[in-house]
Nanobody, 117 residues
Framework: QVQLVESGGGLVQAGGSLRLSCAAS????????MGWFRQAPGKQRELVAT???????NYAESAKGRFTISRDNDKNTVFLQMDSLKPEDTAVYYC???????????WGQGTQVTVSS
């Protein structure tokens, strides 16, 4: 089992920045790829960004150039720096830990990000 605890959400004006953090604990947490997903009201959960233990990253088109994902393997923590925020970034942001084998996905409780226009 992997436990994930997110922090750093809040209310910000358009053009502002927020930094989300997610601390992972539990069995083999440090070996997993990690990422951020988001879900806006009435929409499906969507990928924002992922990062492997080795630091390879992947971003949704909407996040490229504005968001930066990073991780501290010693502290089993993943970060999402969000700059130039837009109202359409408003959503609940979820931290994810993905284990390749045996396959499993773990989720945090979610943190609300609200961007006002």
């Amino acid at each position: 089992q992997v436990q994930l605890v997110e922090s750093g959400g809040g209310l910000v004006q358009a053009g502002g920045s927020l930094r989300l953090s997610c601390a992972a604990s539990g069995s083999m947490a440090s070996l997993n790829a990690m990422g951020w997903f988001r879900q806006a009201p009435g929409k499906q959960r969507e990928l924002v960004a992922t990062i492997t233990r080795g630091g390879a990253t992947n971003y949704a088109e909407s996040a490229k150039g504005r968001f930066t994902i990073s991780r501290d393997n010693d502290k089993n923590t993943v970060f999402l720096q969000m700059d130039s925020l837009k109202p359409e970034d408003t959503a609940v942001y979820y931290c994810n830990s993905h284990r390749a084998w045996p396959p499993a996905d773990y989720w945090g409780q979610g943190t609300q990000v609200t961007v006002s226009s």
